[in-house]
């Protein structure tokens, strides 16, 4: 089998699938804007390709011996680049991608991965789609500060639940569907977990973990726009965070698959699993 290509390593769930991949011996290589940046933060724990989906120029080198590809879509990249990448991968003779999408994505055309999808069916190259739904890392990461410094959960949510699922077993699921891509051949998997829940369900159990109160504050989509904005955060991304939280709220995120289960062939990581496991993250200085 030739090389695997592991884009968005420097983000969350490319940093997960690199590190499912090389417990397993594999042979790889990671594709970032800046090499140098990236040995410095990774200690040169792996190996490294230039790569920026802007400049066309990078893309030859980068698919140089490469079977299949773990892709991942950095916002804001011109979708002409992005696909201009995927049809360059398929004359290249890349066999499969496996490219990280969102859940119920084939009723979000606003959403950026509607079309990268569609760009990958209509370069003709095997993929299979993993379709992630709300990430549980995201309470340690977009809603790290408001945790730590208010003690608090700050989404416009409502009471509509959600369907967590973990990096961590996103990444093992990548993995899996790299090495074994005919088995996975054109898959759309959902991923989530086995159970979803409220937010406030959420801060019950944070709140048991981290032995201090956590609160859900539900504020309205136009509250949390307005305090979102206020802190500094781009309009465009806050009216897109916004809106995806908003959909949570309808009861759009509540759906529970099995894809991952099956895969895995295990449960997934439960929420109280996730907290238990990071909770220094929270910990107030």
Not at 223 to 230: A, L, R, V
Not at 263 to 277: A, K, M
Request: net charge positive.
């Amino acid at each position: 089998m030739g090389r695997i290509l592991i884009t968005g390593i420097t983000g969350n769930v490319g940093r997960e699938v690199a590190a499912a991949l090389k417990k397993r011996n594999v042979s790889m290589v990671c594709a970032v804007r800046n090499i140098e940046k990236a040995k410095k933060l990774f200690f040169n724990e792996y190996d490294f390709v230039s790569l920026d989906f802007s400049n066309r120029e990078t893309f030859d080198k980068a698919l140089e011996d490469i079977e299949c590809i773990f892709l991942n879509y950095p916002p804001e990249t011109p979708f002409d680049d992005f696909h201009a990448f995927i049809r360059r991968a398929k004359e290249k003779g890349v066999r499969h991608i496996t490219y990280l999408s969102v859940k119920d994505v084939q009723f979000l055309p606003f959403v950026p991965h509607h079309k990268n999808e569609k760009a990958i069916v209509q370069a003709g190259i095997s993929f299979t789609f993993l379709r992630a739904g709300y990430f549980t890392q995201n309470l340690n990461m977009f809603l790290l500060d408001e945790l730590v410094k208010n003690d608090r959960i700050y989404v416009p949510c409502g009471k509509g639940k959600t369907s967590f699922v973990d990096l961590r077993d996103i990444g093992e699921v990548a993995a899996i569907t790299l090495l074994n891509p005919d088995y996975h051949l054109n898959q759309k998997y959902v991923l989530t977990g086995n159970k979803a829940l409220d937010f406030f369900e959420v801060a019950e159990i944070m709140t048991l973990f981290l032995e201090r109160k956590i609160i859900y504050s539900n504020p309205s989509l136009n509250e949390f726009k307005k305090y979102m904005m206020k802190k500094g955060y781009e309009a465009k991304y806050v009216n897109l965070v916004g809106s995806l939280h908003f959909f949570t709220k309808l009861g759009m995120a509540k759906s529970v698959k099995s894809d991952l289960s099956q895969i895995l062939g295990r449960h997934p990581i439960t929420v109280e699993e996730y907290v238990n496991d990071y909770k220094e993250v929270w910990r107030k200085n």
